[in-house]
């Protein structure tokens, strides 16, 4: 009977630890969950501000094609002109 009893000390023991042992790589998991959902946001964010960017820098390069288009097209006209 007191056999039976240590090994269910012994038992519970070893479960306290394991428990113990689960609870900080659960805390150490949520951290590092956390941790990464915030870079992730910050990539998404930067990605964000890059397209805003690409965005710019197409109607720049639209505007300044169209320009250089009616330049074009004037000094044509011009020089047909009699």
Do not use: C, Y
């Not at 009893?5 to 956390?34: C, E, F, P, W, Y």
């Not at 890059?50 to 006209?77: H, Q």
């Amino acid at each position: 009977m007191e056999e039976d009893l240590r090994m269910m000390q012994n038992d519970l023991v070893g479960l306290k630890i394991a428990n113990a042992s689960l609870t900080s790589s659960v805390n150490h998991l949520a951290d590092t969950v956390r941790a990464l959902t915030e870079t992730v946001q910050i990539l998404r964010d930067t990605m964000n501000q890059g397209r805003g960017m690409m965005w710019l820098l197409m109607t720049a390069a639209g505007a300044m094609g169209a320009i250089a288009a009616v330049i074009i097209k004037r000094i044509i006209a011009f020089e047909s002109a009699p």
